[in-house]
Nanobody
Framework: QVQLVESGGGLVQAGGSLRLACAASGLAFSNFAMGWFRQAPGKEREFVAAINRSGDNIHYADSVKGRFTISRDNAKNTMYLLMNDLKPEDTAVYYC?????????????????WGQGTQVTVSS
């Protein structure tokens, strides 16, 4: 079965960095566009970043543009999110998602598979 497993979350001070990873199995990874979403307590899940199948088309939410970098390694069936200059408002559970499409998606309903999430906490 399809599995998406996030890792790399943790507690970091404001201004620090973290790199999240999403390891995929049970699917032809290079056939899927991928995305990162996050959900803070009491808030709706929100889009963070998306990357197409080959990694040459990327889209970011305005709130993370210039600070976060999404990438993927199709040979390793893994997607990454490098988060720099973290702020307390970045605190959330971060989810990776897979979309069987060549195009990018910024809406939750556009994705077919989801991971369980990894907690990112940024202290001030």
């Amino acid at each position: 079965q399809v599995q998406l497993v996030e890792s790399g979350g943790g507690l970091v001070q404001a201004g620090g960095s973290l790199r999240l990873a999403c390891a995929a199995s049970g699917l032809a990874f290079s056939n899927f566009a991928m995305g990162w979403f996050r959900q803070a307590p009491g808030k709706e899940r929100e889009f963070v970043a998306a990357i197409n199948r080959s990694g040459d088309n990327i889209h970011y939410a305005d709130s993370v543009k210039g600070r976060f970098t999404i990438s993927r390694d199709n040979a390793k069936n893994t997607m990454y999110l490098l988060m720099n200059d973290l702020k307390p408002e970045d605190t959330a559970v971060y989810y990776c998602a897979a979309r069987f499409s060549s195009g990018l998606g910024s809406m939750s309903h556009q994705y077919d598979y989801w991971g369980q999430g990894t907690q990112v906490t940024v202290s001030s």
